[in-house]
């Protein structure tokens, strides 16, 4: 949904991935500074029911591992260094990422204050389970052949900028982040099915 607006943001990018080039930084390291990042996020979700302040530090550890999601790819292609295993590597990378903050979130109990003690951690799981599946079927498809960027609602961009904004307002009300995981489920889980009723068609075409 936001693959243009992505690319555009890319060319703006540019100056930033010479920098981190000049400085010895490569697409692989940048890659890991991202996926520690992502972490760092998942810890201060985990621990922000003691101290809500920690929402605005997981929303900003969350958001500056999104953008070494976007820069590393822009000093790959920038300065030809672009390798297979440089994108299985950036992608293994960004399963555990998500994987860990959801799951933090999940342990922590925010999705609770909204849903309760039952209904809470089974938003989060399904939240969860189609974060991953969003990734694996775009994976899968494309190992036979089937172009699928910008196929369905909420790529992990769309998915991250939700997060972020329900976890500021989760600071001012703590429900929020709840209805935006209950958000997250739907809107993943129905990419997961936009994108295997997109492969489908595609299929039945070459059939």
């Not at 790819?73 to 994987?99: E, H, K, M, N, P």
């Not at 790529?155 to 600071?171: C, K, P, Q």
């Amino acid at each position: 949904m936001l693959t243009k607006l992505k690319k555009q943001i890319q060319q703006m990018l540019t100056s930033q991935a010479t920098a981190a080039h000049k400085i010895g930084l490569t697409p692989n390291k940048v890659s890991i500074i991202g996926f520690i990042l992502a972490f760092a996020s998942a810890g201060a979700y985990a621990l922000a029911p003691s101290h809500l302040w920690l929402l605005l530090l997981a929303t900003l550890f969350l958001l500056a591992s999104g953008f070494c999601d976007t820069l590393d790819g822009i000093i790959a292609r920038t300065f030809q260094q672009v390798t297979v295993f440089g994108g299985f590597f950036d992608s293994v990378l960004d399963r555990y990422a998500d994987g860990a903050v959801y799951a933090a979130i999940i342990i922590a109990g925010l999705s609770n204050y909204a849903w309760g003690a039952t209904w809470g951690p089974i938003w989060g799981l399904a939240a969860l389970a189609g974060s991953i599946l969003v990734s694996y079927t775009r994976a899968r498809a494309e190992a036979v052949g089937i172009k699928m960027e910008s196929v369905g609602l909420a790529e992990r961009a769309e998915r991250m900028l939700i997060l972020a904004v329900v976890s500021i307002v989760a600071f001012f009300w703590l429900s929020a982040l709840g209805y935006g995981i209950f958000l997250l489920a739907v809107l993943s889980n129905f990419t997961v099915m936009q994108r295997v009723f997109h492969v489908y068609k595609e299929l039945k075409k070459k059939a």
